[in-house]
């Protein structure tokens, strides 16, 4: 039971975009993607005083203030596409290009599971 306390503020888990205007004040816009961040950055970022996109723990990681969109966009790219290579080398004993050190495929799953017996 709550006993009328209700929480204050919700998680959607979603990226927001802070748009900030010294004279219309501050919207915010809830975006489901970072290249849905980025779209809705470049289109208002000249529009507004400053643009920022904060991730989906609070931070702030883009503030058009410090940095150009663009410059911006290239290192996310950059750094999402290091995050999809380094992966643990493994060898799989089926020859599966899918079967990864952190996601077996079914043959290796099978062999893990009859090792344990």
């Not at 929480?7 to 501050?26: F, K, Q």
Request: charged fraction near 30%; glycine fraction near 4%; aromatic fraction near 8%.
């Amino acid at each position: 039971m709550s006993h009328g306390l209700e929480p204050t503020e919700e998680y959607d888990g979603s990226i927001v975009v802070r748009l900030l205007d010294d004279t219309a004040g501050r919207e915010q816009i809830r975006c489901t993607s970072y290249e849905e961040a980025i779209a809705v950055v470049k289109e208002n970022h000249r529009s507004v005083t400053v643009a920022k996109i904060v991730d989906r723990d609070g931070a702030v990681v883009f503030t058009s203030a410090e940095m150009s969109i663009d410059d911006w966009e290239t290192e996310w790219e950059h750094a999402k596409r290091r995050l999809s290579v380094d992966v643990e080398a493994y060898d799989c004993p089926y020859d599966n290009v899918a079967c990864f050190a952190d996601d077996h495929c079914i043959q290796c799953q099978i062999d893990a599971v009859k090792d344990d017996y």
